[in-house]
């Protein structure tokens, strides 16, 4: 990298120091995960650029194009054009297209009751990337936050062809509980969702040390009114399940007798950590926290 220090917004995060190429690879993640998060396949994808280009090196927006290229290049999509200005901060992402039958999309609204929860990415990277903009975030940590937001979600892409699997959606800014709290919304539902979900490694620590984002602050209080969890229940331990994720896992609503089939095959497909982190039951559209499953 040059010796400009530019800060990349992804989503609802803000990366700070990130180098070039892997804030290319993490957009492109992040943009396509909205297709798989429907079932669907992705054909073709735009390029939105916007780049300060009298203060920004040349090899440095080079770079950040090289990594998005290289992810979709890896998802076997083609960036087909795009548009490109000269912005004052940097700008780059995706417009994403991606087919799939009628019959076979899947949204965040349409769980059944007794329904799984399933999550195939561990939480934790916003807390990442506030430790990271803090100085404190160590190699091996560094290394997991890369690697999981630049981990496609293709798993989604066979899912719309499961039969047990009824509602999906990615887990990305509002954090596991908010993305809980739209699925509950959209089926008429409530959501359990359990304390021990999966995190990424040293995520507990630093949770505890307080590290967060502003945005798992915000978030809570958007719609906290509509969440309720265990008594005493530390404010660290809150802030993990509102953590804005970037290129997030999937959540899948899945019927009970499939869900170790669809835990299997995640885990098999390379999403190591995916687990059961709650169900959705009969009641109002809300979020109960639970200690245990």
């Known amino acids: 990298m040059s010796s400009l220090n530019p800060v990349f917004s992804i989503g609802d995060q803000i990366m700070e120091p990130l180098p070039p190429i892997e804030f290319g690879r993490i957009a492109a993640t992040n943009a396509l995960s909205d297709i798989y998060a429907?079932?669907?396949?992705?054909?073709?994808?735009?390029?939105?650029?916007g780049m300060?280009?009298?203060?920004?090196?040349?090899?440095?927006?080079?770079?950040?194009?090289?990594?998005?290229?290289?992810?979709?290049a890896?998802?076997?999509?083609?960036?087909?054009?795009?548009?490109?200005?000269d912005s004052q901060e940097p700008i780059y992402g995706l417009v994403a297209l991606g087919l799939?039958?009628?019959?076979?999309?899947?949204?965040?609204?349409?769980?059944?009751p007794g329904d799984v929860l399933i999550l195939t990415k561990p939480l934790g990277v916003g807390i990442y990337s506030a430790a990271l903009k803090q100085g404190r975030l160590d190699d091996a940590g560094y290394r997991a936050m890369i690697a999981s937001t630049t981990q496609l979600?293709?798993?989604g892409r066979d899912l719309g062809q499961h039969p047990g699997v009824h509602a999906l959606t990615d887990v990305t800014g509002f954090g596991l509980l908010g993305h809980a709290l739209e699925m509950a919304r959209g089926a008429g539902l409530t959501v359990e969702i359990t304390a021990s979900s999966p995190l990424l490694p040293g995520v507990e620590d630093l949770a505890r040390n307080g590290v967060r984002t502003g945005a798992s602050t915000r978030n809570w209080g958007s719609y906290g009114?509509?969440?309720t969890l265990p008594p005493a229940f530390?404010?660290?331990?809150?802030d993990i399940l509102c953590d804005p994720q970037t290129s997030g896992g999937l959540l899948i609503a899945a019927d009970p007798a499939s869900a170790d089939d669809i835990v299997a095959k995640a885990r098999a497909a390379g999403l190591t950590a995916a687990a059961i982190v709650g169900r959705l039951v009969e009641g109002p559209p809300q979020v109960l926290g639970r200690d245990h499953e």
Do not use: Q, Y
């Open 100 to 112: 799939v039958h009628p019959d076979k999309l899947l949204t965040n609204r349409t769980g059944k």
């Open 52 to 72: 300060p280009v009298n203060v920004m090196p040349v090899e440095m927006i080079r770079k950040i194009l090289e990594g998005g290229a290289s992810v979709c």
């Open 153 to 155: 979600n293709i798993f």
């Open 38 to 49: 429907m079932g669907a396949t992705p054909i073709f994808a735009l390029a939105i650029v």
């Open 234 to 238: 530390d404010d660290w331990r809150r």
């Open 225 to 227: 009114e509509a969440v």
């Open 74 to 85: 890896a998802a076997g999509v083609p960036i087909a054009g795009g548009h490109s200005i």
